[in-house]
Nanobody
Framework: QLQFVESGGGLVQPGGSLRLSCVASGFTLDDSAIGWFRQAPGKEREGVSCISASGFSTNYADSVKGRFTIFRVNAKNTVYLQMSSLKPEDTAIYYC?????????????????????WGQGTQVTVSS
């Protein structure tokens, strides 16, 4: 099974920025579409963004469009989520996930069941 390590979370004031990283170990990321999800206390896990294996196609939840940017550096085996203009409602644990190897596109990306490998998550807290 694929393994990821997420990092970059923390406490930030409203309006601030954070960059989350998702580093793969033991495999190369460039054969899978990668998604970011988040889960707030008492809520279901929701899709935040997805990027195709090539990096040429991206998708975003309406709640983060214009504020978050997903990108990947395959040479570093890393996918990033740049988050700006953060709001208290962005507070959650953020997870990266990979589609099965060979699944290069983000079809059905908002469904967690479309992804079969998950990281442990990183906490993002937006508060003054």
């Amino acid at each position: 099974q694929l393994q990821f390590v997420e990092s970059g979370g923390g406490l930030v004031q409203p309006g601030g920025s954070l960059r989350l990283s998702c580093v793969a170990s033991g495999f190369t990321l460039d054969d899978s579409a990668i998604g970011w999800f988040r889960q707030a206390p008492g809520k279901e896990r929701e899709g935040v963004s997805c990027i195709s294996a090539s990096g040429f196609s991206t998708n975003y939840a309406d709640s983060v469009k214009g504020r978050f940017t997903i990108f990947r550096v395959n040479a570093k085996n890393t996918v990033y989520l740049q988050m700006s203009s953060l709001k208290p409602e962005d507070t959650a644990i953020y997870y990266c996930a990979a589609k099965p190897m060979g699944f290069h596109t983000c079809g059905n990306w908002e469904s967690p069941s479309a992804f079969d490998s998950w990281g442990q998550g990183t906490q993002v807290t937006v508060s003054s």
